[in-house]
T-cell receptor, first 115, second 113 residues
Framework: AQKITQTQPGMFVQEKEAVTLDCTYD???????LFWYKQPSSGEMIFLIY??????QNATEGRYSLNFQKARKSANLVISASQLGDSAMYFCAPVITTSYDKVIFGPGTSLSVIP | DGGITQSPKYLFRKEGQNVTLSCEQNLNHDAMYWYRQDPGQGLRLIYY???????QKGDIAEGYSVSREKKESFPLTVTSAQKNPTAFYLC????????????FGSGTRLTVV
């Protein structure tokens, strides 16, 4: 069974502050790595960042960075210098290696940036 | 510009009717996927296809059907057997199966009336 936990259903952050979104996954199959996606209120899913399980350094993409702890199956997303446009749902999505390399999405965290 | 086009954006269906959601991509991607999203929840995989003329069931395939006759197209039919079809449906593609970023369409919101 595969289970992805995002313990913070809703979060608030002050504009220009940093925020950390949590993600842990409990999967019976090995994981290649993990994605984070953003979903604004318009509904489209936007790729943010990816970290491979065997990457030595944590991934960074602009204001986004991952705190990936493979042994704990934890991959927290850090957003620095929050902007109003960061208000959205955020989903972590590990890539599970089964007979097909499948991306499983967590339940999501709603982030609201306060001016 | 390359991307994924889903149509229509909003769709209303009467109970007992089948309805087909369109998904077209011009990214030359091999793999395509259909996800369902219910309010306040994450995405659940309905069907996926790694190559033309081949597709596999995802976690919630019951009441749905797909075809992959062309690389560019992966339509999803919501049949009358799907008991609770009201949801937001997202189509995605990736260059190949595996840990490669997905490109998503803008979604179709299906409502049963």
């Amino acid at each position: 069974a595969q289970k992805i936990t995002q313990t913070q259903p809703g979060m608030f952050v002050q504009e220009k502050e940093a925020v950390t979104l949590d993600c842990t996954y409990d999967t019976s199959d090995p994981s290649y790595g993990l994605f984070w996606y953003k979903q604004p209120s318009s509904g489209e899913m936007i790729f943010l960042i990816y970290q491979g399980s065997y990457d030595q350094q944590n991934a960074t993409e602009g204001r986004y960075s991952l705190n990936f702890q493979k042994a704990r199956k934890s991959a927290n997303l850090v957003i620095s210098a929050s902007q109003l446009g960061d208000s959205a749902m955020y989903f972590c999505a590990p890539v599970i290696t089964t007979s097909y390399d499948k991306v499983i999405f967590g339940p999501g965290t709603s982030l609201s940036v306060i001016p | 510009d390359g991307g994924i086009t889903q149509s229509p954006k909003y769709l209303f269906r009467k109970e007992g009717q089948n309805v087909t959601l369109s998904c077209e991509q011009n990214l030359n991607h091999d793999a395509m996927y259909w996800y369902r999203q219910d309010p306040g929840q994450g995405l659940r995989l309905i069907y996926y296809s790694q190559i033309v003329n081949d597709f596999q069931k995802g976690d919630i395939a019951e009441g749905y059907s797909v075809s992959r006759e062309k690389k560019e197209s992966f339509p999803l039919t919501v049949t009358s057997a799907q008991k609770n079809p009201t949801a937001f449906y997202l189509c995605a593609s990736s260059s190949k199966p595996g840990p490669y970023g997905y490109t998503f369409g803008s979604g179709t919101r299906l409502t049963v009336v």
